[in-house]
């Protein structure tokens, strides 16, 4: 399925209607396949010891549905997270950036349901595991 | 269930193992049967309109469901979560705090769950539902 | 909230759109802030030791999330589930009924939200919980 | 991660753990990698129009992880699966059985998690998709 949005456009996009989180994600890669994004550290969401708190492993993976849903479906500003189950299987490891990579299982007319996997850079067993339903809003 | 660390203890033992979200809630209630727990305004956490956003009524949730069990198991720092289903159902209130009732379900040796409902205070429908796990270290 | 369909018309109409569980659930109470439902001892559902199953488990709140939406929306036969979250926390009692309490948390145009807690019959604590989701055709 | 029981010594050992679901499921691969199940054709479980019901895709997808799991740790009678989160995304197509592909995310000392896609067989898009949390005995 072709996208509607790419990644520059994207990145705009989300520092426009999400000012709060400006330089805490970052995209690395968004195509028809997957898109990858980067929670970029930030002192903010560390536990002691260096890893990367609960909440900021939520965030990384709602936006990340959110812009896996918005790519396909175009800019819907009243688009909305209704349902987020997460697993939270290892400790992310200190000092290094987490990734999410989302695969977007279903894209219905009023919701779609997303499949993110979380990363620390550079190992292969993931650290959390979420699954997102967005409510996309009916057209005009 | 005796509580084996009221109130006025938590909060301090709060500030103590998560100095990054000190002022971010409070207790309103804690004792044997419910956790009443408050997200305070912060600007970090809102959305464009002034409501409060979703990775916040996570960490909201996620701080209630740690606060309630360990005020029956007692100080056990690695004490983590390993589930969250968290349902958003309604737009919380601009300009109000969100409030969390936190029940725990069940307290077993190794695992807790938690059941919490979220609430623009001052209003009686849940603004979301969650349901979360903490595993409880083995006792030495 | 007033209901569109009381308890022995729902008996009827479930024995109407799903006679493939005939004879394995009853209504005990159905009002406008609870429902009551029963699985009925059937030994297709029982595990070693006279304990009833998961899916057993998953089947009743799944029909008990359905009942407590159609009783407040009326006869819409192409509702259908769209998540379900549930804990298993205790083995139920052997020999025992299985009791679900069903709460619906939200009434959306196009989905509904409902708490489901399981309990054997007689005890207090909950063998299970669960929140089902199920989205609403839109109306004609 | 070598496997403890193979997929032949597994079905014999599923007929003698649960008698009671003798003949609804079959092994169609069984590796390290992934594990596929099929959902056997039977009348119970059928929706009017002849689609599968959702209890019975839960009930694949309960026993797609546990298999999953057990292939792992061996025998061990008494894990128990402790929360499932489950999307149903599409109707199943009638007359096709149902398919379930099954990956152990996280094998730890107490808790197993298992993603699980389930698919009309023939049919790329996946009908619900699952994750499920086993809790593993402690060993003697």
Do not use: N, W
């Given at each position: 399925?072709a996208?509607?949005?790419?990644?520059?456009?994207?990145?705009?996009?989300l520092e426009?209607?999400?000012?709060?989180?400006?330089?805490?994600?970052?995209?690395?890669?968004?195509?028809?396949e997957l898109?990858?994004m980067?929670?970029?550290g930030?002192e903010?969401?560390l536990?002691p010891?260096?890893?990367?708190s609960?909440?900021?492993?939520?965030?990384?993976?709602d936006v990340?549905?959110y812009v896996?849903?918005?790519?396909?479906?175009?800019?819907q500003a009243?688009?909305v997270?209704?349902?987020?189950s997460i697993?939270?299987?290892?400790?992310?490891a200190?000092g290094r950036d987490?990734l999410?990579e989302?695969?977007v299982?279903?894209?219905?007319?009023?919701?779609?349901?997303?499949?993110?996997?979380?990363?620390?850079?550079?190992?292969?067993e993931?650290v959390?595991?979420?699954?997102l339903t967005?409510a996309?809003?009916?057209a005009r």
């Amino acid at each position: 399925m072709a996208l509607k949005i790419e990644a520059e456009e994207m990145a705009a996009f989300l520092e426009e209607v999400f000012p709060q989180v400006r330089g805490m994600f970052a995209i690395d890669r968004l195509d028809e396949e997957l898109l990858v994004m980067r929670l970029l550290g930030d002192e903010r969401h560390l536990r002691p010891g260096g890893t990367v708190s609960g909440p900021a492993m939520f965030s990384l993976a709602d936006v990340a549905a959110y812009v896996a849903t918005m790519a396909r479906i175009g800019r819907q500003a009243l688009t909305v997270t209704t349902h987020c189950s997460i697993d939270f299987m290892r400790k992310p490891a200190a000092g290094r950036d987490v990734l999410a990579e989302a695969r977007v299982l279903k894209l219905g007319r009023s919701l779609s349901v997303t499949d993110v996997l979380l990363f620390s850079e550079g190992s292969p067993e993931p650290v959390a595991h979420a699954s997102l339903t967005y409510a996309i809003p009916p057209a005009r």
